[in-house]
Nanobody, 125 residues
Framework: VQLQASGGGWVQAGGSLRLSCAASGLTFSRYATGWFRQSPGKEREFVAAISWNLVKTAFADSVKGRFTISRDNAMRTVSLQMNSLKPEDTAVYYC???????????????????WGQGTLVTVSS
């Protein structure tokens, strides 16, 4: 199983970035997918998740209204559109997959079975 995240980079505050994650080696449509992030000295935190059937989404309070999550089961990809970025959004962003055929989304990282390698997002003030 491989989750390959991409799209990170440097952006000024107020700008936008779009992260993508390509999955291989798993039956993608049986997995909920999420994004987490980790800043230096902080624990990994939940950002957003989407159910296998695209019916349900969940967001951390800190990103609601600014970030959207989407997925394409045919292409086996999940994306995170990040708008109105703030310096506090600076982190390494990880995509993750949880075997979950329901629509209850998990915010705890311990539920997720597979993780990507991370992509760095830097937001300057």
């Amino acid at each position: 199983v491989q989750l390959q995240a991409s799209g990170g980079g440097w952006v000024q505050a107020g700008g936008s970035l779009r992260l993508s994650c390509a999955a291989s080696g798993l039956t993608f449509s049986r997995y909920a997918t999420g994004w987490f992030r980790q800043s230096p000295g902080k624990e990994r935190e939940f950002v957003a998740a989407i159910s296998w059937n695209l019916v349900k989404t969940a967001f951390a309070d800190s990103v609601k209204g600014r970030f959207t999550i989407s997925r394409d089961n045919a292409m086996r990809t999940v994306s995170l559109q990040m708008n109105s970025l703030k310096p506090e959004d600076t982190a390494v962003y990880y995509c993750a997959a949880e075997q979950n055929s329901g629509t209850r989304l998990r915010m705890a990282s311990s539920y997720y079975d597979y993780w990507g390698q991370g992509t760095l997002v830097t937001v300057s003030s």
